[in-house]
């Protein structure tokens, strides 16, 4: 069976231009037919009119846009300093889409043609998705064993039940099994249950990771790479249980800038640093693409 890409975007109007970015940098890297879901929270129409510039960049690519209302986002509520009512949105994939479905977040950079994510074999999993490499780490350096008390390590302890804590995953590159994930009733229903995710220190991602517990395929760090360093995520894994397809050489598909430092917001000069190089790479990116659509230029913001 031919499995057509299918990515979604999910924004609101603080994150739009950064998550146009996103949208360009896929719709450069795909080589498949492929349809691009850009749902939006709160956006205005010359929001929505800005989407339109991008539409035929990439013949391939068929963009849906859909509007999210606040009752579709009943229950969401912010969580910390970054995660929006929003971001709660990808909850709602299987809800509204069917097939296998690819989950991006808004601050990413796509550096690879990303179809070939769609053929992997989930092995009866639900999801697919990366370790989370601030976990990882902390887990290789025995944060979560000497500091078994600390508020975070209770929680993961908690939400994760059974499951080791180095089991945890970032939920900015999600693939989901939406026909699969229907099929578990009890799953399915939690998983829109965003007055629950909105409990969680980390919001969606703490829901998902307490949800799908035994459920996940997990992906070589290639497809979410920490600010660039999926080596050294390599590496920090191999010292767990972790399966042949994470821990070998993979050139990178995506670069995951993840938490409040953002790329667009400050400047690298480290050229010997993974992290700066990575910043570096994206602010050339983003310089090339404000020359070729001025009006969505948003480098420098903050």
């Known amino acids: 069976m031919t499995i057509t890409p299918t990515y979604v975007l999910v924004t609101d109007a603080h994150m739009f231009r950064p998550t146009m ?16 879901h850009f749902w939006g929270s709160g956006l205005d129409e010359s929001d929505w009119s800005l989407l339109d510039q991008l539409v035929g960049l990439n013949p391939k690519v068929q963009i849906i846009k859909r509007d999210i209302s606040n009752l579709e986002l009943q229950g969401a509520k912010h969580v910390g300093s970054h995660v929006t009512p929003a971001a709660m949105g990808r909850l709602l ?3 509204k889409l069917n097939g296998r479905v690819l989950y991006l977040d808004g601050d990413l950079d796509v550096v690879g043609d990303l179809s070939e994510i769609f053929e992997i074999d989930l092995r009866q999993s ?4 990366v370790k989370d490499f601030v976990v990882t780490r902390r887990n290789h350096n025995k944060f979560f064993d000497k500091n078994r008390k600390e508020p975070r390590t209770v929680e993961l302890r908690s939400l994760l039940s059974d499951g ?5 995953i970032n939920s900015g590159v999600l693939l989901m099994d939406t026909d699969r994930i229907k099929e578990e009733p009890v799953i399915y229903e939690r998983l829109s249950d965003l007055h629950a995710a909105s409990k969680w220190s980390m919001g969606d991602q703490d829901h ?10 997990y992906l070589n760090p290639a497809w979410n790479a920490s600010w660039g360093r999926s080596i050294e995520h390599r590496f920090l894994l191999r010292r767990f249980k972790s399966h042949t397809d994470e821990v070998k050489y993979k050139n990178n598909k995506i670069i995951h800038f993840h938490g409040a430092n953002k790329p667009w917001k400050r ?17 050339i990116q983003l310089k090339k693409y404000e020359k070729s659509f001025p009006m969505l230029a948003f480098s420098g913001s903050h």
């Open 126 to 129: 639900l999801i697919a998705g």
């Open 93 to 95: 994939i299987p809800s």
């Open 208 to 217: 998902i990771n307490n949800l799908f517990q035994g459920k996940i395929y």
């Open 164 to 168: 080791p804590i180095s089991s945890y």
């Open 267 to 283: 400047k690298a000069w480290k050229f010997w640093k993974t992290y700066d190089r990575s910043i570096i790479s994206y602010r």
């Open 21 to 36: 970015f996103t949208a360009y940098r896929l719709l450069t890297q795909t080589a498949k037919t492929s349809i691009l």
